[in-house]
Nanobody
Framework: QVQLVESGGGLVQPGGSLRLSCAAS????????MGWYRQAPGKERELVAWITVGGSTNFVDSVKGRFTISRDNVKNTVLLQMNSLKPEDTAVYYCYADARDITFPSLVRRYWGQGTQVTVSS
């Protein structure tokens, strides 16, 4: 079982920055891809950014050049640095981790954080 704990959300003015962090804990698993989704009111959940265990990153077009994602494979943490924030970035942000059971490697599951609110408003 994997638990994900997020932190770093809040209220920021347009053009400001926030950094979200997510830590995975538990035993008997190996985490590979980690990333972030977001869900704005009345909209579907959207994949924002993800990073592989090898460090390859991907971003949705709307955040390219403004957001960066990084991870610490030893601590199983992932960071989302959000710069030049816009009101349309307002959403609940969810961390996720794809993890493989060490004992039964064919068992792969996606785990989710509890979500953290990001509000961009003047």
């Amino acid at each position: 079982q994997v638990q994900l704990v997020e932190s770093g959300g809040g209220l920021v003015q347009p053009g400001g920055s926030l950094r979200l962090s997510c830590a995975a804990s538990g035993s008997g698993f190996s985490v590979y891809t980690m990333g972030w989704y977001r869900q704005a009111p009345g909209k579907e959940r959207e994949l924002v950014a993800w990073i592989t265990v090898g460090g390859s990153t991907n971003f949705v077009d709307s955040v390219k050049g403004r957001f960066t994602i990084s991870r610490d494979n030893v601590k199983n943490t992932v960071l989302l640095q959000m710069n030049s924030l816009k009101p349309e970035d307002t959403a609940v942000y969810y961390c996720y981790a794809d993890a493989r059971d060490i004992t039964f490697p064919s068992l792969v599951r996606r785990y989710w954080g509890q979500g953290t609110q990001v509000t961009v408003s003047s």
